[in-house]
């Protein structure tokens, strides 16, 4: 049982166009997270939700919005794609967001093509 | 700025040697200190974390030296296999309460030859 799920796993998309990354997990993990790995594997938090709230929005472009409609499900939706939003996203959740020993679980990752 | 600096970028280590990644940090507030191990085409999983209280932590072959007053922490990999080719990520944990968030390094490409 795969416990962070994203799809799809790839997205080839031409500019301009809008696109959405599903995100779930059974893990039961109160917390969710987008990150973004660029082409030099830097690991970048995008936002981060808690029982559905959003916690972190870190300065990403307003065309980003995550919605988490339940506490084991938190999508992305891009509008508008550029070509620098190529890159890897990874959802990731973790049992809270402040304590200690909460470590993060990833998905296997989105690689997002914008041609 | 929230930094966490790591080296080297990429390492050839020959199979029983020793591996060792280097990370250094600004924020003296950072509270938890994990390290990441990314495989391709696949998504960064936890292999090990330390506290800043403890000066080195041992979890089989993978051991975390950390030097609190240097600001650097670093990442052992004894007797290095070549299923331990993957790209390393070290990260600190910072940031308000309920605001918490992870800043991760740069990442090392870890490459072990038989």
């Known amino acids: 049982d795969t416990a962070v799920s994203q799809t799809p796993k790839y997205l080839v998309t031409q500019m301009g166009n809008d696109k959405s990354i599903k995100c779930e997990q059974n893990l039961g993990h109160d917390t969710m997270y987008w990150y973004k790995q660029d082409s030099k594997k830097f690991l970048k938090i995008m936002f981060s939700y808690n029982n559905k709230e959003l916690i972190i929005n870190e300065t990403v472009p307003n065309r980003f919005s995550p919605k988490s409609p339940d506490k084991a499900h938190l999508n992305l939706h891009i509008n508008s794609l550029e070509l620098g939003d190529s890159a890897v996203y990874f959802c990731?959740?973790?049992?809270?967001?402040?304590?200690?020993?909460?470590?993060?679980?990833f998905g296997n990752g989105t690689r997002l093509t914008v041609t | 700025q929230q930094q966490v600096k790591q080296s080297p970028q990429s390492l050839i280590v020959q199979k029983g040697g020793i591996s060792i990644i280097n990370c250094a940090y600004e924020?003296?507030?950072?509270?938890?200190f994990p390290w990441y191990q990314q495989f391709p085409g696949k998504g960064p999983a936890l292999l090990i974390a330390i506290r800043p209280d403890v000066s080195e932590k041992k979890e089989g072959r993978f051991t975390i030296s950390f030097n609190k007053s240097a600001k650097q922490f670093s990442l052992h990999i004894m007797d290095s296999q070549p299923g331990d080719s993957a790209t390393y990520f070290c990260a600190a944990r910072g940031g308000d309460f309920g605001n918490e968030k992870l800043t991760f390094g740069t990442g090392t490409r870890l490459t072990i030859i038989p």
């Open positions: 990731a959740s973790s049992p809270s967001l402040s304590s200690y020993n909460s470590p993060l679980h």
């Open positions: 924020n003296t507030a950072f509270d938890y």
